[in-house]
């Protein structure tokens, strides 16, 4: 239930950066919902191995080149999703760091059971 939610919470936050980013487009929700989906498979598969494939760039940069395997994660999922368009890298660095500042906020409201 939790991962439903934080996957919609994900949707709402791809609809709010697509109106504030000039390069963001969105068609719909229902695509906002399966970017969500896509991101999330993406980070969970993808993600790990471009880390460590990465790891000395990423060791040498302090793990700023981190940013730049989410902007191409965005860029993943800009390809294979046709609803969802990003300009350009930039406007995709800039997507992907917005996102993680809105996801840390609003992952922030769900109460978690396992403290009480």
Do not use: C, E
């Not at 191995?49 to 700023?64: E, K």
């Not at 191409?72 to 368009?85: P, T, V």
């Not at 992907?96 to 769900?110: G, R, V």
């Amino acid at each position: 239930m939790k991962s439903i939610i934080k996957i919609l919470l994900t949707a709402v936050a791809v609809v709010v950066l697509s109106k504030l980013l000039p390069g963001v487009v969105v068609s719909g929700f229902v695509t906002a919902i399966i970017v969500a989906i896509i991101l999330a498979l993406l980070k969970f598969i993808v993600r790990p191995v471009l880390v460590i494939l990465t790891l000395p760039v990423t060791i040498l940069t302090f793990g700023l080149f981190l940013f730049i395997i989410n902007a191409f994660i965005i860029l993943i999922a800009d390809y294979f999703i046709s609803g969802f368009s990003v300009s350009g890298i930039w406007i995709a660095l800039l997507f992907s760091i917005l996102l993680s500042i809105f996801q840390s906020i609003l992952f922030s409201l769900i109460k978690d059971d396992s403290k009480s």
